[in-house]
């Protein structure tokens, strides 16, 4: 229902509709095609924190006057090591994505091939390397400004909680 149209060939005209259809055709089986690939995503934030705790202990060993752990980051150090790790998390786990995708596209099977090795031997055969990051320029435009709140919530609160928090 998310890949396609209301007024797309094929595409289920209400979610209600669109179950028993799954559920007629495809069986309980349906309902969770691409989970499995999905189970990879739990990498990103596992990849991203393991990115931002070295960089940010590089940042204050070359940039910071005070090395200290304690020494509070700069929002535009927070800005610019999270920008990095969330690349290079994005870089890493970005396939996972892709191939998600077209497993849960409206006639997946005929279309991209069946099952998670379906679909990767055809966009390999097809596109290359490239094929498994088609779009990640723009996914990382997109998800970069939720990056910077989230690490600069994470990183002042992490300071000023311990600050007020015991007064």
Request: hydrophobic share 35%; no cysteine.
């Amino acid at each position: 229902m998310l890949s396609s149209d209301r007024a797309t060939k094929g595409a289920y005209p209400s979610m209600i509709s669109g179950a028993r259809q799954i559920a007629r055709d495809e069986g309980w089986r349906g309902f969770y095609k691409g989970t499995a690939i999905s189970l990879f995503g739990v990498t990103h934030g596992a990849v991203q924190f393991s990115v931002y705790e070295p960089l940010k202990n590089i940042w204050r060993r070359y940039f910071t006057p005070s090395s200290s752990n304690d020494t509070k980051l700069s929002n535009t150090a927070t800005l610019a090591i999270s920008s990095a790790a969330k690349i290079v998390a994005g870089t890493a786990t970005y396939p996972y994505q892709v191939v998600r995708s077209r497993l849960q596209t409206y006639d997946a099977e005929q279309r991209f091939g069946r099952g998670i090795r379906g679909v990767v031997r055809k966009l390999w055969k097809e596109q290359g390397v490239r094929g498994f990051y088609r779009g990640l320029g723009t996914n990382v435009v997109r998800v970069l400004p939720a990056t910077w709140v989230t690490f600069l919530v994470y990183e002042n609160v992490r300071y000023y909680l311990p600050l007020y928090g015991s007064g």
